[in-house]
């Protein structure tokens, strides 16, 4: 017999309510009351999402993470968009990063039938395969919930399947998509993130021109005698001043990632999946790396932005939930990669919300995606925050930038004497 497919659905206030669909005895118990308010009636509710990747098909993966950003921005529009949608992974007890898929509830508080039809013509819209997947919940007279899945049928058109039952499911130990992290946005070397682009290629062009940017680095490489520091930290912390105060101070270089031979490109990747967009973004690191091997036989190098930025987004992003949903401390997801080129010190800058608030708004700066939701969203900035200082090998040294510009430098400069030699 099948193991039931287990469910963790983000709540309003980012709260995780985990259940699960298959098969129960005749008097199976309610699932967690928080996701049965959502699921059954008097409203009406809709798991979609894009069909699962086997597993080591990159193409697929990407291919998914896609098809589910074009459904999402679908669901949107027209009358859908009145609708709530709330974030469902899918997963396998046990599992690992097998049977892990990502997709979306859309709850229609009214339970028009109307919505229904709509989003069979959203699928219908979809010409080429694979479609993505949708299954509806139901209730019955004895209060027990149903997952009735959606099936195109040659020459009958849309026919419910079988219902099976929705059944309570514990809350796993680890976040279920932590095993897939590795694949999906926090790679692990180098070859994950450029297969992830190489994937990309036949749609978005300039996918090829950052890998042969990176093609063109060695795939190791040596830190030369001089330090090397990377400044991370939340937009609007300082990064930018404290950056160029110290490269002027210790007479080094000062680099950035992304670089600049492949800046031009980020907004165009920013608005892409998380996969495809934190590949862009590894790559860059790599880029970065080889800049920094060259540079730091000649001087001291500090580094705006490193792999700590790239991780840490992809895991925040990524773990759907609050902090306490994170993987837990010294996990291994945030241990450096073993094949990029290691900094000698990380400082993390940090001020108050109500700080980098104010900053941001007498700055008017350009800001991410993700940097906009840090603004809007104070849970994603406060695992942001926290995934910045799980960090190990090497970790996160923290500094406080709200005082005046040249307090924060004397810190940092001492910091820097302190710990690199």
Known sequence: MA?????ALELPGCALAHFAVGTAGPAAPPPDPRAA??????????????????AGDCAARVRAARLLQLLLRGLRCGPLGRCQLLPVLRYRPGGGARGVRRGVLLHDPRGSPDTRAALL????????APRPRLAEFVGDPRHQLWQCPWELRDGHG???????????????ALHPVVPDLPGSGVFPHRAAARAVLEACT???????????????????VQKGKFP???????????KTTVTQSVSDSLKGILLKSPPDCISQWRKLFDDEPTIIRRAFYSLGN????????????????????????????????????????LPPAHHPIYQWPRDLLRPDLVLLLTVSPEERIKRIQARGLDRTREEAELEANSIFRQKVEETYQRMEKPACLVVDASPS??????????LIRDNCH
């Open 3 to 7: 193991s039931p497919r287990c469910f």
């Open 37 to 54: 308010a959502l699921l059954g009636p008097p409203g009406r509710s809709y798991w979609l999402c894009a069909p699962g990747a086997p």
């Open 121 to 128: 013509a959203l699928l219908d819209s979809y010409l080429e």
């Open 158 to 172: 849309w026919q419910q399947g079988d219902p099976e039952p929705v059944v309570p499911a514990p809350e796993p």
């Open 202 to 220: 036949p749609f978005i062009p300039e996918a090829q021109a950052v890998l042969d940017l990176v093609d063109q680095c060695p795939e190791e």
């Open 228 to 238: 090397v520091i990377v400044i991370e930290g939340l937009d609007a912390t300082g």
């Open 286 to 325: 790599y880029i970065v790396a080889s800049e920094i091997a060259k540079e730091s036989t000649k001087s001291p190098v500090i580094v705006d932005r490193y792999w700590h930025s790239t991780a840490t987004y992809a895991i925040a992003t990524e773990v759907s939930g609050g902090v306490r949903h």
């Open 405 to 414: 510009k040249e307090k924060v430098l004397q810190v940092v400069l001492s």
